[in-house]
Nanobody, 124 residues
Framework: QVQLVESGGGLVQAGGSLRLSCAAS????????MGWYRQAPGKQRELVAV???????NYADSVKGRFTISRDNAKNTVYLQMNSLKPEDTAVYYC??????????????????WGQGTQVTVSS
């Protein structure tokens, strides 16, 4: 059974830094892309950053130059280094694995998976 487990969230002052980690476990043959999304209270979930298996990155305009996504393919782990944090970065951050191929009931199945979310709070 595939699981995505996030860690690294917490409370930080504006201007500070945090590093989020997300490890995918289980029987995993491949993952197309891994990324981070966030959802603030009363708002829709939005893309923060995504990194494909070939190294292509995509960032939300609001985090460009401040956040860096990286990935360890051998460990099926994705990281998000967040610098110069702002109060508006406060949200629950979710890890996503896009088109993850795993073994289910003897067959290879490809699906999207999400972590449980980790809270990031930036105080002013």
């Amino acid at each position: 059974q595939v699981q995505l487990v996030e860690s690294g969230g917490g409370l930080v002052q504006a201007g500070g830094s945090l590093r989020l980690s997300c490890a995918a476990s289980g029987i995993i043959f491949s993952i197309n892309a891994m990324g981070w999304y966030r959802q603030a209270p009363g708002k829709q979930r939005e893309l923060v950053a995504v990194l494909s298996s070939t190294g292509t990155t995509n960032y939300a305009d609001s985090v460009k130059g401040r956040f860096t996504i990286s990935r360890d393919n051998a460990k099926n782990t994705v990281y998000l280094q967040m610098n110069s944090l702002k109060p508006e970065d406060t949200a629950v951050y979710y890890c996503n694995a896009d088109r993850l191929a795993t073994l289910t009931t003897g067959r290879v199945k490809t699906d999207d998976y999400w972590g449980q979310g980790t809270q990031v709070t930036v105080s002013s």
